[in-house]
């Protein structure tokens, strides 16, 4: 899945080691698409060469593709957005309107006439 917009947040990261004995690392981010009423989505990056790689900051123009996976703790659901690509977007030239011919005026149809006619046809309304 894809989600296109503007990064608003840069949340602290998270990290620790495994019960393996691992080091882990995980950065948050929110970006917010920019349709009438703007979604808003949290979505992190795992691992530290992840996050060099990708180096989110704050204000950028992304397309994030990611996963969405939810996990059981304690009897609760919790669900992960996981990036695994992040592309920057390209800022677009302006585009230039086609040269049109000025609109010509309409003439006004004439106004109906609801004197003359039958008033048996017509609504109590």
Request: glycine letters at 8%.
């Amino acid at each position: 899945m894809e989600f296109t917009g503007k990064i608003i947040a840069v949340l602290a990261p998270r990290g620790g080691v495994s019960k393996n004995g691992n080091e882990w690392k995980v950065q948050e981010y929110v970006i917010e698409d920019h349709g009438q009423y703007p979604r808003k989505m949290c979505f992190d990056v795992f691992g530290a060469e992840k996050i060099e790689q990708f180096n989110i900051q704050m204000g950028e123009e992304l397309t994030v593709s990611f996963d969405v996976d939810a996990r059981e703790y304690q009897g609760r659901w919790y669900n992960s957005i996981r990036a695994w690509k992040v592309d920057r977007v390209a800022a677009q030239p302006a585009q230039v309107a086609p040269a049109v011919a000025p609109a010509q005026p309409v003439a006004p149809a004439p106004a109906p006439d609801f004197a003359a006619g039958n008033t048996a046809d017509d609504l109590p309304f």
